[in-house]
């Protein structure tokens, strides 16, 4: 595993444990040149799965793309890594639990709404609104007012 500080390929495991989903295994490693510390993830190589985007095209699923969205609507809120990292692991798990080869945008998108709507309202609605493309205030008081009215 190439070191994120160095480059070095040489590394050393120093713990390893199952991830609290259990579907993957969580590695500290330590380089043995600059001797510092970062983690890897280690899960089972799966079949492909392809997101049909609103254009169209078609790429492979990326749980990256999923945390950037989560990060970006978390930003300034009191959501630590470890809940956007479940958040992102149960979409991914539903989205390929789903057995589709391929799966459209807009449905991950509902999953990740799904998600947020109970981890945290605000950063739903920020989402949300850049999902749905909210183009005025009434819109967005639409979608709030849903919010307020499943409390």
Do not use: H, W
Not at 46 to 61: N, T
Request: aromatic content about 6%; charged content about 35%.
């Amino acid at each position: 595993m190439k070191c994120m500080f160095c480059g070095c390929i040489e590394s050393k495991v120093v713990d390893s444990r199952p991830t609290e989903e259990g579907n993957a295994i969580r590695r500290r490693r330590e380089c043995l040149n600059c001797n510092k510390r970062f983690t890897t993830y280690e899960k089972i190589d799966s079949l492909p799965l392809l997101v049909i985007k609103k254009d169209g095209s078609r790429e492979p699923f990326d749980i990256e793309k999923i945390k950037k969205g989560i990060i970006k609507s978390c930003e300034k809120r009191p959501v630590g890594m470890e809940k956007i990292d479940s958040l992102a692991a149960e979409v991914e798990k539903k989205a390929f639990n789903s057995l589709k080869k391929e799966i459209e945008s807009s449905d991950i998108g509902e999953m990740v709404m799904d998600e947020l709507k109970n981890l945290d309202p605000v950063a739903y609605v920020r989402f949300a609104s850049v999902y749905r493309q909210f183009t005025d205030i009434n819109t967005f008081m639409v979608e709030l007012n849903k919010l307020i009215s499943e409390k």
